[in-house]
C-alpha cells in the first residue's frame, strides 16, 4: 500500500469581484507526516510566480467541512450544501478558495485507509525526528 496519497482537486479563487477563477490545486498526505494533509497550487495560480504549498491539520480540513474551524492562517468552513471555502491567511493577504466538499471528504476517506483518525501517533518516527531536530545543534 502507497504511504502517499494526492489528489487533484478544482479549486475556485474567491476574489471580490463576481466572478472566480478556476485553478488546480493538489491535496497530499503522506503518513510519514500523519497529522497533516498539504494543498498545493501551481505557479499560475499565485502572487509570486511559484508554487504555494499550505501544510495545515487533517482534523482541521476534517471538522471545517461540518462547521467553521480554525483560528490560524488556515480556516475552513462550509459553503452552501456541497462546497467548503478555504481561508489561507498570509502577511500579503488573504486568499480564499471553494472546493467541492464531495472531493474533499473523497480525499480525506482515502488517508483513513493509510493512517485511521486516532491511530497517527503510531505512524510518527520519533527518533528520526528528534535527530533531525539536533542535526543542526551540533
Known sequence: MSTVIEQAVEARLVASAPRTDAVSATLSYDRRDPFAVR???????????????????????????GAPAGTGDVRVRPFGRDRAVLEFHAPEGVAMVEARAADLHHFLTRTRHVVPLGFEHLFLDLDHELAELLRDAR
Do not use: I
Not at 494543498?39 to 467541512?65: C, I, K, N, Q, Y
Open 39 to 65: 494543498m498545493a497550487f501551481p505557479a499560475e495560480a499565485t502572487l509570486e510566480g511559484v508554487e504555494v504549498v499550505w501544510e495545515f491539520s487533517r482534523d482541521l480540513l476534517l471538522a471545517g467541512l
